[in-house]
């Protein structure tokens, strides 16, 4: 049994699947494929986001190497406005960038490439530069893809893997997500370096999200995410490493967002993810919780005309009732094969945890995140942080979870499902501080989480 859930297995006496040891030791089994059509992005909604009074947080990315997001809390509250740099400089910058790496591999150093690749990285965080990428798109990905090769720092490969994902980004290809799948999965499997296998999940997932994969390919990466976490990271040579199982149930949840129907993979998921509840390190457990809450949600869809009502048909308001509409949603299949009641006691639990093995912080983390997790496995249709106290009007006010667009006087962005959290947090690993860039200029990006922008 790997140390990952050994503590908390033995003060909870819970024994191991036969699944969960056949794959520790080596035995793979992802999950099963099916053919099914693209989910598409839901339709565009409202206007786009307000112009925005520079609210995102400006500050210093270091070196540049970061992949975790601010928290919800962080985002809900504006940031702080920074000197803006002048068009004309940070464009000039970023040419110099694009040079420097083109000749480093030929003459250059370690410490050369990696303080090229920082500049270039922040750039492309904090600016969208679709027009000044796209002539030196191919050239470039070749330059980052010799230095994730090369493993020669995990400095380097780490920032080069970030730069590979903000150019996909920044200029999507359906051709890209080839081209990169396999040395990325090569990164992940033999790489030296644990940071380096962390920081390749998220440029795989980021490449398949946008660079034209197809839903089999999609299901082929869920599927070996799975067995990344199933096995607590020993079937990538990286056992007991907190910090890279969450990396891939943060990126299983990101991609599962694009499944249209789960009904078939949710099974085993299922059992992954419960399993994981179990682990020591909290940012396991709430990653594998708000998967397991959006496998539930996503048990649910809109009734279509030939459906008939039945008991366990839900009216939810539409957008957390803010347009006085509701919307009929039809439980299309149970998403749990196993003791549901069994995995409502642990979410409890965790929501109400007083271990004091854990610091005050995580004990706080977790009592919000699984409050909400529960939430939503008992009421499918209710989305993160929904409220059921009720407005002038008595009506229930549904999701409170909104994020700041424009700072004071600007929109909100209400996330209301946990589709739309897992888009959010995962374009918020990447581009951190030039979110919200990205999300007035980018249309891809736009595009994958369509949110209507309330004004105040």
């Known amino acids: 049994m790997h140390d990952l859930r050994k503590q908390a297995l033995l003060e909870s006496g819970k024994t191991v699947s036969r699944k969960a040891r056949s794959r520790a030791a080596g035995g793979g089994g992802g999950t099963p494929s099916s053919s099914r059509a693209n989910s598409a992005a839901p339709s565009r909604g409202g206007s786009r986001v307000p112009s925005r009074n520079v609210s995102d947080d400006e500050a210093e990315l270091s070196d540049g190497t970061q992949w975790s997001g601010a928290s919800i809390d962080e985002m809900i509250a504006p940031g702080t406005e920074a000197d803006a740099v002048p068009e004309e400089v940070w464009k000039e910058a970023l040419r110099e960038r694009m040079d420097e790496l083109a000749g480093s591999r030929r003459k250059g150093s370690s410490e050369g490439r990696e303080e090229s690749l920082t500049g270039f990285v922040t750039i492309l965080t904090r600016h969208y530069a679709a027009d000044e990428v796209r002539a030196r798109r191919e050239e470039t990905v070749q330059v980052l893809l010799k230095s994730v090769k090369a493993d020669a720092t995990d400095k380097e490969v780490v920032l080069a893997l970030k730069a590979l994902a903000l150019l996909v980004i920044t200029e999507p290809s359906d ?5 990169l799948s396999g040395p990325l999965k090569t990164c992940i499997n033999d790489s030296q370096y644990p940071t380096a296998k962390i920081a390749a999940i998220h440029t795989l997932s980021i490449t398949t999200f946008y660079g034209g994969a197809s839903m089999e390919q999609t299901e082929d990466l869920m599927s070996y995410l799975l067995d990344i976490v199933s096995s607590d990271g020993a079937v990538i040579d990286a056992a007991d490493n907190a910090a890279l199982v969450t990396a891939a149930l943060e990126e299983w949840g990101f991609i599962a967002t694009q499944v249209e129907d789960m ?35 996503k048990s649910y869809t809109e009734a279509e005309s030939d459906d008939e009502a039945a008991e366990e048909d839900q009216s939810i308001p539409t957008n957390g009732h803010t347009n006085g509409h509701s919307t009929r949603m039809i439980k299309r299949y149970n998403p749990i094969q196993g003791d549901e009641h069994q995995l409502i006691q642990t979410l ?19 009592h919000l995140a699984f409050t909400d997790i529960l939430n939503t496995v008992e009421n499918p249709t209710r989305g993160p942080r929904y409220s059921t106290a009720l407005d002038e ?14 700072g004071p006087g600007g929109g909100k962005m209400t996330i209301d499902s946990w589709w ?10 990447l581009l951190r501080e030039g979110f919200l860039v990205h999300y007035e200029e980018n ?4 595009d994958s989480l369509p949110v209507v922008v309330e004004e105040d």
Do not use: C, W
């Not at 249309?443 to 736009?446: A, D, I, L, M, S």
């Open 348 to 366: 409890s639990a965790l929501a109400k945890t007083s271990s004091k093995r854990l610091s005050k912080s995580s004990r706080k983390r977790l």
């Open 420 to 429: 739309k959290l897992h888009r959010l947090n995962a374009l918020k690993r």
């Open 175 to 179: 051709t890209v997500s080839d081209a």
């Open 443 to 446: 249309q891809v990006v736009f």
């Open 393 to 406: 009007e008595g009506r229930e006010m549904g999701s409170r979870l909104k994020i700041a667009i424009g």
């Open 263 to 297: 009904s078939e993979s949710t099974p085993e998921g299922m059992e992954t993810l419960i399993e994981q509840l179990d682990s020591a390190d909290v940012d396991v457990q709430i990653a594998a919780g708000e998967n397991i809450a959006l496998l539930y949600e």
